[in-house]
Each structure stands twice: as structure tokens, then as C-alpha cells.
């Protein structure tokens, strides 16, 4: 079993970076493809970003793509999501979830897929 915590939130203007971070305990964080997921109000959850466990490969979402960035280190044990460009609509709750499923974008850009998540830290983009 893995615990994940996220950190990194805040209020940042747009066009701003910030960069999230999602430290694993309890098992090797390189076992798990790992995705980062967020939540605006009211409204549904959305999937962000994955990378996939072994080969590493990345997925992102359409409109996200070229301006956020996700990476692991497996020695630190934690994940992170590098944001640039921010927007307004990228205010959210971010989530980082962990699955041991090894499969593409369409299995990875599902919350289901995920049996492991985190509290979630809040991003908030000012206009």
C-alpha cells in the first residue's frame, strides 16, 4: 500500500508557474504509474497528466499540453507536476493518484484506474 501527499498549491497570478509535488511512503513509487488529476467547483474531476510506471512514457490533457510537465523521481519517491502559462481556468484541487496497471493514455486519463490518491492541494489563478 502506498500513502501519497501533495504539496505545492497557492494563489499565483496568471501566466505564473508553480509546481506541485506528491511524495509516496510505504512502497517504491517507481512500482506505480502515477497521474495527477484536478477538481474546479463544481465540476467534475479531470484527468491533467500521467507517467507511466517502467518506461516512463507521459500523457497529458489536450489543453494543458506545452505548458505542464509531469516528472518522477523514484530515489526522492515522489512525483511532480511543473505548471507554466497558468490560467485562471486551471484553478482546481490537484490530486496525485497512484495504480500498478500498465496501460495508455485512455486507461491512465481514468480516476478509476487509480486505487491509491492523495488529499489534494489547492491551485488558485488569478486573473
Known amino acids: 500500500q502506498v500513502q501519497l501527499v501533495e504539496s505545492g498549491g497557492g494563489l499565483v497570478q496568471a501566466g505564473d508557474s508553480l509546481s506541485l509535488a506528491c511524495a509516496a511512503s510505504?512502497?517504491?513509487?517507481?512500482?506505480?504509474?502515477m497521474g495527477w488529476f484536478r477538481q474546479a467547483p463544481g465540476k467534475e474531476r479531470e484527468f491533467v497528466a500521467a507517467?507511466?510506471?517502467?518506461?516512463?512514457?507521459?500523457f497529458y490533457l489536450d489543453n494543458v499540453k506545452g505548458r505542464f510537465a509531469v516528472s518522477r523521481d523514484n530515489v526522492k519517491n515522489t512525483l511532480y507536476l511543473e505548471m507554466n502559462t497558468l490560467k485562471p481556468e486551471d484553478t482546481a484541487v490537484y490530486f496525485c493518484?497512484?495504480?500498478?496497471?500498465?496501460?495508455?493514455?485512455?486507461?491512465?486519463?481514468?480516476?478509476?484506474?487509480?486505487?491509491?490518491w492523495g488529499q489534494g492541494t489547492q491551485v488558485t489563478v488569478s486573473s
Open positions: 493518484a497512484a495504480t500498478s496497471a500498465f496501460l495508455g493514455r485512455e486507461g491512465l486519463s481514468q480516476g478509476r484506474t487509480y486505487g491509491y
Open positions: 510505504g512502497r517504491t513509487l517507481s512500482s506505480y504509474s
Open positions: 507517467i507511466r510506471r517502467g518506461d516512463g512514457n507521459t
